[in-house]
Nanobody
Framework: QVQLVEAGGGLVQAGGSLRLSCAASGSIFTLGLMGWYRRAPGKQRDMVAQITAGGNTNYADSVKGRFTISRDNAKNTVYLQMNSLKPEDTAVYYC?????????WGQGTQVTVSS
């Protein structure tokens, strides 16, 4: 079994920054693609950013140039640095990871950006 634990959400003013982290633990033999998704109130869950084990990244257009995804393979941890936050970034952010060829999700962390 694999567990994902997220941290770093909170309340921030527009223009501010937050850094999310997601640590994978448990019986991990292979850890592949990791990513961040978000669900705003009344909307579907959307991809925010993804990163492969080799460090290749992919971003949603809405966050390009503002968010940076990174990972520490030695710690089985993925990060999301969020700068220049906007009120429309308000959502519950979820971590996703392919571990042992299965997809696992974190419990979510709330990010609220006030105007």
């Amino acid at each position: 079994q694999v567990q994902l634990v997220e941290a770093g959400g909170g309340l921030v003013q527009a223009g501010g920054s937050l850094r999310l982290s997601c640590a994978a633990s448990g019986s991990i033999f292979t850890l592949g693609l990791m990513g961040w998704y978000r669900r705003a109130p009344g909307k579907q869950r959307d991809m925010v950013a993804q990163i492969t084990a080799g460090g290749n990244t992919n971003y949603a257009d809405s966050v390009k140039g503002r968010f940076t995804i990174s990972r520490d393979n030695a710690k089985n941890t993925v990060y999301l640095q969020m700068n220049s936050l906007k009120p429309e970034d308000t959502a519950v952010y979820y971590c996703d990871a392919f571990a042992n060829l299965y997809s696992y999700w974190g419990q979510g962390t709330q990010v609220t950006v006030s105007s």
